[in-house]
């Protein structure tokens, strides 16, 4: 059993063009492990909605993809405003995202719901003030 | 895998290993090695990014010499679009065409023609039942074999038309043997005039399981001036061109997306935009979006290094020569119910994974991991003085290599960053 691998990104909140660099880096080094392009593409959907989350509401964060022989795991870290209702932020279409983010295409209200669909288990840990703790987990087989 | 035959050729003499082509090849498929730049052809996509970066001229595009086609009794020259935009107050299609008559082909076939007539089946293609979004454009070689390599996710969402140049290769040798049967079917030769070398490779390599049906490549730059001594816009010429607006206009990036008839389009033009889309199209991004074209040359395919023109001066005069033309002539037959054979190809080429550190998962964690620790001694700085175009890059091959330690100018000075 080979120790896992751990790849560490800031994602970088003032910038909303580089948002998304992160989970390309990751699909490139994932390829590299020969991982199939059906967990690498849902791995890097899940993420990429999860950068710009944070990018978003949060002024940005960490993300960490740790690559084990079974699963992946993404955990993104914000100290942002935290979530209210998780349950109201789950439903599709439901945004929080300011006419600015709306006029760029952003804040379709898709983010966490995609971030749920595109992987097999997801944790959110959130505290209002103190910031949210998404952890996402894909199964390699 | 059978190895790939590429269309790109380094003059060692003129080469200083510079590392330009290095940083600017979007596959890193080159290293410098012992002062020369050599090509990891597995790697390589054909783009002619490093022919074009290279300050030196040492890299060069190789195609076929127009003598090639002397072994053939009947000759057939199929022009690509971009090369109506080479010619300087010219705008008369008919003295290109007639030219390429007078330096020893006996026909002309268009391959705008095929454009216009690719594009009437594409539109119909994107009415059937669960046609992916996007579809994606299959006309570029270097995309194709760039979504192959690097994006196979994507594979479904290419369009399987083949493209402009194919099919007009067959539509000229059906011609041909129906108007001229005394000629065999090996004394027809059929010759693409070419702004691109991956055009070449193509034609060379074949792609997935389909044969082309070029025989020969020869690059606009190669007959463009013996056209100059044959063109004379005083001599009234015969009307050969059949073409419209739709079909010239492929020429340019957009050409192909514009034809589409639809709004929900989207061109990209050069590889590193391409690079963005196709990332983008990854994430789901823009699944709105109907049609994507995408182009790895700046400007479309009047940016090909085989072509003589500034690209967008090339651009500007394919308006000029298309400005009073219809915007399509070329029509399928309406009682056709489904897209001919021959607009299509059955599966893309297998997916290669070239970027794979090991065909063991466990052993690649195990070098991903040593990577990410010879990475983090070396300055980040990304110079290329040892070769690689990354100190990311140089650390793999390291790996790859099974050596423990790198060799940087740099990392005692500057130290280790990650």
Redesign the interface.
């Known amino acids: ?3 896992p ?1 751990v790849f560490h990104f800031d994602v970088d909140g003032s910038d909303f063009t580089s948002a ?1 660099t992160a ?2 880096t990751v ?3 994932l ?5 199939p ?2 967990v ?2 849902k791995l ?2 899940a993420m ?1 909605e999860g950068e710009i989350n944070m990018v978003i509401h949060a002024n940005g964060g960490t993300a960490d993809v740790i ?1 084990t ?1 079974q699963y992946i795991d993404i955990i993104l870290k914000d100290q942002g405003p935290g979530i209210p209702d998780v349950n109201l932020a789950m439903q599709e279409g439901y945004s929080t995202a300011t006419a600015q983010i709306h006029s760029l295409g952003f804040g379709a209200g898709m983010g966490l719901p ?1 971030m749920k669909r595109y992987s097999d288990e997801m944790k959110i840990d959130t505290e209002i003030g103190v910031g949210t703790t998404v952890t996402m987990r894909i199964w390699i087989r | 895998m059978d190895s790939y035959e590429h269309s790109v050729l380094l003059d060692r003499s003129k080469c200083t290993g510079c590392t330009t082509c290095l940083h600017h090849c979007p596959t890193e498929a080159i290293r410098i090695v012992n002062g020369h730049a050599v090509i990891n052809q597995d790697r390589c996509i054909d783009c002619g990014e490093c022919i074009r970066k290279c300050p030196h001229n040492a890299k060069r595009a190789v195609a076929s010499k127009l003598e090639s086609m002397d072994r053939f009794r009947y000759k057939v020259a199929l022009p690509a679009p971009s090369l109506y935009g080479q010619f300087n107050n010219m705008d008369d299609v008919d003295y290109i065409l007639d030219g390429l008559l007078k330096i020893g082909f006996d026909e002309v076939f268009e391959v705008a023609k095929a454009a216009e007539l690719v594009s009437a089946y594409t539109r119909q293609y994107m009415k059937a039942d669960g046609v992916p979004k996007p579809l994606i454009s299959s006309a570029c070689p270097v995309i194709l074999r760039l979504i192959s390599l ?1 994006y ?2 994507l594979e479904d969402h290419v369009l399987h038309m083949l493209p402009p140049m194919e099919v007009a290769a067959d539509l000229a040798r059906k011609k041909v043997k129906k108007e001229h049967p005394e000629f065999s079917e090996e004394e027809i030769g059929i010759c693409f005039i070419s702004p691109c070398p991956a055009k070449a490779s193509y034609v060379r390599n074949n792609f997935g399981n389909y044969k082309s049906k070029v025989d020969e490549v020869v690059a606009i730059s190669d007959i463009y001036f013996r056209l100059l001594d044959v063109m004379k816009p005083d001599n009234p010429v015969q009307a050969i061109s059949d073409t419209g607006m739709t079909g010239i206009g492929w020429a340019g990036s957009g050409g192909e997306a514009t034809a589409i008839l639809n709004e929900d389009y989207l061109a990209a033009d050069g590889i590193e935009n391409v690079n963005k889309v196709l ?1 983008e199209i ?4 823009i699944s709105h979006v109907k049609f994507v074209e995408l182009n790895a040359c700046p400007g479309g395919c009047v940016g090909g290094v085989l072509t003589v023109q500034n690209p967008f001066i090339a651009k500007a005069r394919i308006r000029t020569v298309s400005r009073c033309l219809p915007m399509a002539v070329n029509f399928p037959d309406p009682s056709e119910e489904y897209i001919p054979e021959n607009f299509l190809f059955d599966e893309m080429p297998a ?1 290669v ?1 070239v ?5 063991n ?2 052993e ?3 070098m ?2 040593e990577i ?1 620790r010879i990475r983090a001694t070396l300055p980040g700085i990304d110079c290329g003085a040892c070769g690689a175009p990354t100190c990311r890059a140089h650390a ?1 091959d390291a790996v790859r290599a099974g050596k423990r330690t790198v060799s940087c100018p740099f990392a005692d000075t500057i130290g280790g960053n990650r």
């Open positions: 059993m080979s120790e691998l998304g989970s390309v699909k490139k080094n390829r590299q492990l020969g991982l392009s059906e690498i593409r890097s959907i990429y690559v022989e995609n | 690097m196979p996710s990332e990854e994430n789901g991004n997916y994974p970027s794979r550190l090991s065909p998962f466990a690649s964690m195990r991903m991991s990410q793999e």
